[in-house]
């Protein structure tokens, strides 16, 4: 009786995941106590599968991973039962688990399996396994890795091993097959297949580490791209940055040699003119002097007097009547201020000029070789980009609305925008606020006269040569009802392709790539320009000049993807 005691206490203090004696017993929320390896495994195993955590024994779910609590009774009977002779298994004998192969000899609780036997069909613990090693009829049994897949090698027909494989169904098969369901089959030995299949398996293995170490080295070599992409980066940065400020002294320089011009002049100018000024003093001291005497002459009432002092005045002055002094027009340094005007006027065109061609400079940087063009609608979406049309480019008959997106003709009412260098007056188009380079895809939802048009933003503002398309500054495809044409240069290409109501635009700048399509159901090819583009490129939208409701819209990006569909070209 005593001995059943020490049974029942064994099995109260075992995991029920790995069967032997509890190892740092925790306690989970529901009661059941484990290994803490043993159910950390668990709760990892649930968490790599995205599965709700549970207990093993009771499979109660809980809403998140149960925090594990130290058991210490638990932990002390261990202890105390270990101290009468009770021990956890040794590790020649483990018990199998749950996850384990189990040895199918063994009786009661199955210890582990160290191999199976794919002739036997069984899995043995290495104490079963033994007789393998020592009967010469066992020793030439095939054995592999403990397998729970044994039964796949028995033929569900005629429950014998399967040795064969058909080479016609392509299947593994027993001896008996060939008699009947497989009866006139190419068939050959398992062995011989994998044999051929080996050399296969060896020949792309091959392959496949050849792959592995060309693309090893392309990546070392994307790499090394990297470092010299950084480093000349980095100098251009450096340099770049010392001659910006070089150019900052120079103008400092200027600044200051400007300003001691005017103060030096200014210096020159006070000197003379406090000169006159002090020698006007003069005379006006003199002049008031003369003017008392005359007074007291004046005043004296004895005409003899008068006479006989009248002959001692002084000569009357010269400058009495008129002033000698000559002001010139006050203008002062105003002239200087007009240079220096002009000055920076051409240093922003400078500017400007040559900011267009760093960032043609900068964009021209290539390590990698041009990409495919794309193919589908999906691949066009991931070059698409925002865009939105200008204010200060747009012609006042214009009406921009839309989150200045899409325009409509006014009714030949002029809108209030402000007058800007940069409006278009006699055509009634509009440009995109922002510029293009690299790889770009857009689409236009058109009606009516509509031509959607790619543009340099120097194109004239005014006159004939303003229009999209009749210069050498924009490529234009035109529509009208039932027909599409494209201008370029003032030359008029025709377009046999039937326009839809809306036209994706792809630019690839670098490439010198502009294409047109039809956009529906599928993307149809309309037009195609190969070229080299010298500058950075806008998007333009243009309306016909008589006014039949035409309309044309930049479709919204988060539009564009959420309506894409895989549609080829």
């Avoid at 470092?227 to 600044?255: G, N, Y």
């Avoid at 007291?296 to 000569?315: A, G, K, V, W």
């Avoid at 040569?465 to 529509?479: A, P, V």
């Avoid at 790539?513 to 090819?525: A, C, K, N, P, Q």
Wanted: net charge neutral; glycine share 4%; hydrophobic share 30%.
């Amino acid at each position: 009786m005593a001995q059943k005691g020490v049974e029942l206490d064994r099995e109260t203090i075992s995991c029920s995941i790995c069967l032997d004696l509890l190892k740092d017993p925790v306690t989970i929320p529901c009661g059941h106590s484990y290994c803490m390896n043993c159910i950390k495994r668990h709760f990892d195993g649930e968490d790599k599968k995205k599965q709700t955590h549970s207990c093993p024994e009771c499979k109660q779910l809980f809403p998140s991973r149960p925090v594990l609590v130290k058991s210490t009774k638990l932990a002390v009977l261990v202890e105390q039962l270990k101290k009468t002779g009770l021990q956890a298994a040794p590790a020649d004998q483990c018990y199998a688990g749950p996850e384990d192969v189990a040895c199918d000899v063994c009786t009661g609780r199955k210890l582990k399996a160290f191999k199976s036997c794919l002739v036997c069909l069984a899995s043995y613990c290495e104490k079963h396994l033994q007789p393998h090693y020592d009967a010469a009829p066992l020793k030439k049994h095939k054995l592999v890795d403990p397998s729970e897949k044994l039964q796949e090698n028995i033929c569900s027909r005629h429950e014998e091993v399967m040795k064969m494989f058909c080479r016609t169904d392509q299947q593994s098969i027993c001896y008996l097959c060939p008699v009947d369901e497989h009866k006139g089959h190419d068939t050959v030995s398992a062995a011989a297949e994998r044999t051929e299949r080996q050399r296969e398996v060896e020949v792309r293995r091959q392959n496949i580490q050849q792959m592995i170490q060309d693309k090893e080295k392309d990546v070392e070599l994307l790499q090394q791209e990297l470092k010299a992409i950084a480093h000349s980066a980095d100098k251009t940065v450096k340099d770049s940055r010392e001659m910006f400020t070089e150019m900052i002294h120079l103008l400092q320089e200027r600044s200051l040699d400007v300003e001691q011009q005017v103060r030096s002049q200014q210096e020159t100018e006070e000197s003379r003119v406090k000169e006159v000024e002090e020698k006007m003093e003069q005379e006006i001291t003199e002049l008031k002097r003369e003017d008392a005497e005359l007074k007291q002459l004046s005043d004296t009432e004895d005409h003899n007097q008068f006479l006989h002092n009248y002959p001692s005045l002084p000569p009357p002055s010269q400058s009495t009547h008129s002033s000698s002094i000559n002001i010139c027009p006050r203008r002062n340094f105003e002239d200087v201020k007009i240079a220096v005007t002009e000055l920076r006027k051409k240093v922003e065109d400078i500017l400007r000029e040559t900011r267009t061609n760093i960032s043609l400079t900068v964009t021209e940087v290539d390590v990698l070789l041009p990409q495919p063009e794309p193919k589908t609608r999906d691949e066009f979406l991931k070059y698409s980009r925002e865009i939105t049309l200008d204010p200060n480019t747009i012609h006042k008959r214009l009406v921009l609305f839309e989150r200045n997106r899409k325009i409509t003709p006014g009714n030949r009412q002029q809108q209030s925008y402000p007058d800007h260098p940069d409006r278009f007056t006699d055509r009634l188009q509009v440009l995109s606020r922002e510029s293009l380079t690299g790889r770009c895809y857009w689409e236009v939802e058109w009606r009516g006269l509509v031509g959607v048009a790619v543009t340099y933003k120097n194109i004239r503002r005014a006159g004939n040569e303003s229009r999209f398309g009749r210069n050498d500054k924009s490529w234009t495809l035109y529509r009208s009802n039932d027909s599409s044409t494209f201008w370029y240069n003032n030359i008029q290409t025709p377009v046999s392709a039937p326009p839809s109501s809306r036209v994706g635009v792809f630019l690839d700048h670098r490439a010198g790539i502009l294409s047109f399509y039809s956009v529906s159901e599928t993307m149809t090819l309309l037009h195609r320009v190969q070229t080299t583009f010298t500058q950075p490129l806008y998007a333009g939208l243009r309306i016909g000049d008589c006014f039949n409701g035409s309309s044309a819209e930049l479709i919204n990006i988060s539009s564009l993807k959420s309506f894409s569909k895989k549609t080829s070209i």
